[in-house]
């Protein structure tokens, strides 16, 4: 018996990009921001496109972080309009196609302390739908029966995330395993799938489902497109979420499935209208601040940026600054290209650019290295934020009675808290600490 499925995943909807954003500009007027539009339109485009595919499949499979809130860096709700657009597209492909759909349930869009789950909800709304939770795989461990839901020409074995420190802490590590090889076996002489979260990274793919003879397995948590073996693949996500996803091929993947053969894997790619950008740029060693800011805005006229604003095509762009000038301080270059920035994003501004976020490293051998996965990353204005601000100071006219040092602590202080390195309220008690 043959089976063909789509594999969808990681589309983050209800993404918000915040740093370095332009105000005021709309998705759609008074109900979505520009870029988290795109995500949505995404979505919608995944859907359209496998409605027409020539076969038709015969499921579509979404390996997790159907939303990309809650999670651990954002507790809320996704917002009212990526539960809509879920809902709609998801009422709409199965309607017109009759072609079912199962969604797991990832990191993203998880309650890690309550036992509830938004794609039980969602489920409720959507006929057709089936979805996998952490709180149906919990129930089946405890319960010891499978967690798989099987369909006309194939069964498919769901593995939603479990974080790897949770199942270490509970000593269920070895009790995870032997329920996959007990549990979730297949029984029948048709085409198998198993559809799990999780990267080696971070512990959260579990290698036992690899010794299970699943026809293919489809993966999610990893936003890039990519085989992880013979007959597993991640199907990437279809926006890009990070700025070091710029180069990825973004889309979802078609298997073609026959029980006991290989799979055929056929991707299939999206196009964008909007760039992502994410390039690095050196220092020279006579660099001034003047000299980069003006390097800065040649490099946005190369790039086709220095042009009327239309939001289908405003770019979205991270500059990484490298290298060493001993004629630039990091206070005063921190300055002008914050003011740079103001100028790009402004209402009136020359540029098509609808983010703009930079960061530099002024060391000689340094080089930056993206984090591996979406979860790991931070960006820093300035590195040592107490020396710069001293030498600062120390350039200034100052009236002799004021403390430097405190006048540091305090700044210092208020941009931990404007980082989030700092937990509570900005007070003008939390600002001096134990001083006076």
């Given at each position: 018996?043959?089976?063909?499925?789509?594999?969808?995943?990681?589309?983050?909807?209800?993404?918000?990009?915040?740093?370095?954003?332009?105000?005021?500009?709309?998705?759609?007027?008074?109900?979505?921001?520009?870029?988290?539009?795109?995500?949505?339109?995404?979505?919608?485009?995944?859907?359209?496109?496998?409605?027409?595919?020539?076969?038709?499949?015969?499921?579509?499979?979404?390996?997790?972080?159907?939303?990309?809130s809650?999670w651990?860096?954002?507790?809320?709700?996704?917002?009212?309009?990526?539960?809509?657009?879920?809902?709609?597209?998801?009422?709409?492909?199965?309607?017109?196609?009759?072609?079912?759909?199962?969604?797991?349930?990832?990191?993203h869009?998880?309650?890690?302390?309550?036992e509830?789950?938004?794609?039980?909800?969602?489920?409720?709304?959507?006929?057709?739908?089936?979805?996998?939770?952490?709180?149906?795989?919990?129930a089946?461990?405890?319960?010891?029966?499978?967690?798989?839901?099987?369909?006309?020409?194939?069964?498919?074995?769901?593995?939603?995330?479990?974080?790897?420190?949770?199942?270490?802490?509970?000593?269920?590590?070895?009790?995870?395993?032997?329920?996959?090889?007990?549990?979730?076996?297949?029984?029948?002489?048709?085409?198998?799938?198993?559809?799990?979260?999780?990267?080696?990274?971070?512990?959260?793919?579990?290698?036992?489902?690899?010794?299970?003879?699943?026809?293919?397995?489809?993966?999610?948590?990893?936003?890039?497109?990519?085989?992880?073996?013979?007959?597993?693949?991640?199907?990437?996500?279809p926006?890009?979420?990070r700025?070091?996803?710029?180069?990825?091929?973004?889309?979802?993947?078609?298997?073609?499935?026959?029980?006991?053969?290989?799979?055929?894997?056929?991707?299939?790619?999206?196009?964008?209208?909007?760039?992502?950008?994410?390039?690095?740029?050196?220092?020279a060693?006579?660099?001034?601040?003047?000299?980069?800011?003006g390097?800065?805005h040649?490099?946005?006229?190369?790039?086709?940026?220095?042009?009327?604003?239309?939001?289908?095509?405003?770019?979205?762009?991270?500059?990484?600054?490298?290298?060493?000038?001993?004629?630039?301080?990091?206070?005063?270059?921190?300055?002008?290209?914050?003011?740079?920035?103001?100028?790009?994003?402004?209402q009136?501004?020359?540029?098509?650019?609808?983010?703009?976020?930079?960061?530099?490293?002024?060391?000689?051998?340094?080089?930056?290295?993206?984090?591996?996965?979406?979860?790991?990353?931070?960006?820093?204005?300035?590195?040592?934020?107490?020396?710069?601000?001293?030498?600062?100071?120390?350039?200034?006219?100052?009236?002799?009675?004021?403390?430097?040092?405190?006048?540091?602590?305090?700044?210092?202080?208020?941009?931990?808290?404007?980082?989030?390195?700092?937990?509570?309220?900005?007070?003008s008690?939390?600002?001096?600490?134990?001083?006076s």
């Amino acid at each position: 018996m043959s089976a063909r499925i789509a594999h969808i995943s990681d589309t983050h909807l209800g993404s918000r990009p915040r740093d370095g954003v332009r105000h005021n500009v709309w998705g759609q007027e008074m109900r979505t921001q520009l870029l988290e539009n795109d995500f949505y339109e995404r979505f919608t485009e995944l859907f359209d496109r496998i409605a027409v595919l020539d076969p038709p499949v015969d499921l579509v499979i979404h390996s997790g972080d159907l939303y990309n809130s809650p999670w651990e860096g954002n507790p809320s709700q996704p917002p009212v309009v990526a539960q809509e657009t879920a809902i709609s597209v998801l009422q709409n492909f199965i309607k017109k196609t009759g072609i079912p759909v199962l969604i797991l349930e990832g990191n993203h869009g998880l309650y890690r302390l309550l036992e509830v789950s938004l794609l039980d909800g969602l489920k409720l709304a959507v006929p057709g739908l089936d979805v996998a939770t952490q709180q149906d795989i919990k129930a089946a461990i405890r319960e010891d029966r499978p967690l798989a839901y099987s369909y006309e020409k194939l069964d498919v074995f769901c593995f939603p995330f479990i974080d790897y420190a949770v199942l270490r802490s509970s000593d269920m590590i070895t009790k995870f395993d032997d329920w996959i090889t007990s549990q979730q076996k297949r029984e029948r002489l048709r085409p198998a799938v198993g559809v799990a979260h999780g990267m080696d990274l971070d512990k959260t793919l579990h290698s036992a489902i690899f010794s299970m003879n699943y026809d293919y397995i489809a993966l999610g948590h990893d936003h890039k497109q990519r085989k992880q073996s013979q007959n597993a693949w991640y199907a990437g996500s279809p926006e890009r979420w990070r700025f070091d996803e710029s180069s990825h091929d973004k889309g979802f993947l078609v298997i073609d499935l026959k029980a006991g053969k290989a799979p055929v894997i056929t991707p299939h790619k999206l196009e964008f209208a909007r760039q992502v950008l994410n390039e690095k740029l050196s220092f020279a060693e006579d660099d001034t601040v003047e000299s980069v800011v003006g390097n800065l805005h040649e490099w946005f006229s190369s790039k086709g940026l220095v042009t009327a604003w239309d939001a289908k095509t405003a770019a979205r762009v991270r500059i990484v600054f490298e290298g060493v000038s001993h004629r630039l301080g990091s206070f005063d270059l921190g300055v002008a290209l914050e003011d740079f920035r103001l100028k790009v994003l402004s209402q009136d501004s020359e540029y098509n650019v609808a983010q703009f976020v930079w960061s530099t490293r002024q060391t000689v051998d340094s080089e930056y290295v993206a984090a591996s996965y979406p979860e790991i990353e931070s960006e820093y204005l300035i590195e040592d934020p107490e020396n710069d601000f001293r030498d600062y100071l120390n350039t200034l006219d100052i009236d002799k009675s004021l403390d430097l040092d405190k006048l540091t602590k305090i700044a210092v202080t208020s941009l931990e808290f404007s980082v989030g390195k700092r937990d509570g309220k900005m007070t003008s008690e939390s600002l001096m600490g134990d001083d006076s």
